[in-house]
């Protein structure tokens, strides 16, 4: 069996870290979490955890990349399904076992984001990933409207920072009170915010209300 590279076996370390740092941070919140627990439920000294990031603030946006980048490849994949009823099925088909499985990085997400608010270093590090985030979904749905030839009805920066807030207020509201809205609500907002209206207008379906 081949060894691995020095290269491998960092990137094999840093895995680790982030596994071991993702089950500390759900049972324990992001405060109360130490990298002396996420070292040792990684199997590694402290030192290794320092010697692949710069502190705990660093280890929760490397979750927080990994998580946008799942995140970016579902959305990339969902837009490019060309049937509005598609699009609708393949978003109501994901969104309960979605929500469920990304409950801690959520949770996660909400706590640093707290934080972020007291913290210009940490606050400046989020913005970035969320000015990508929006970036890169406004350049989907850009492409999905001159894909059938339809303007936008607003700029689709605005388009995508709607469905980054949607999808965040659901998450929150789920969290709250699981059984209080229809899952099929944010597969119907999702599709008012991505798809083309003269597309809507064309196929059957309604938007499905809560309660």
């Known amino acids: 069996m081949a060894r691995l590279t020095r290269a491998q076996r960092r990137q094999q370390t840093r895995a680790r870290l982030l596994d071991a740092a993702s089950q500390v941070f759900a049972r324990r919140g992001f405060h109360a979490a130490t990298i002396d627990e ?39 994949a969902l837009c490019a399904i060309e049937s509005s009823e598609e699009l609708r ?35 400046a590090e989020l913005a970035k990933r969320y000015r990508q985030l929006r970036g890169r979904l406004a350049e989907l749905i850009t492409k999905r409207y001159a894909r059938h030839r339809t303007p936008p009805p607003m700029p689709p920066e605005h388009l995508a920072a709607l469905a980054l807030a949607t999808d965040a207020g659901l998450f929150l509201q ?38």
């Open 174 to 211: 789920n969290a709250a009170e699981p059984d209080a809205l229809p899952w099929e609500l944010h597969a119907d907002a999702m599709i008012q915010l991505l798809d083309p209206p003269d597309r809507r207008a064309s196929q059957p379906g309604k938007l499905s209300r809560p309660g």
């Open 89 to 123: 099925a393949a978003i109501r088909a994901g969104t309960e076992q979605e929500f469920a499985a990304a409950r801690d990085v959520g949770v996660l997400i909400v706590e640093f984001s707290l934080y972020a608010m007291r913290n210009p270093t940490a606050q």
């Open 38 to 76: 996420v070292a040792d439920a990684a199997g590694y000294t402290k030192g290794a955890v320092y010697s692949n990031f710069a502190n705990k603030d660093d280890l929760v946006l490397a979750l927080l990349d990994q998580h946008l980048a799942a995140q970016l490849e579902q959305v990339e």
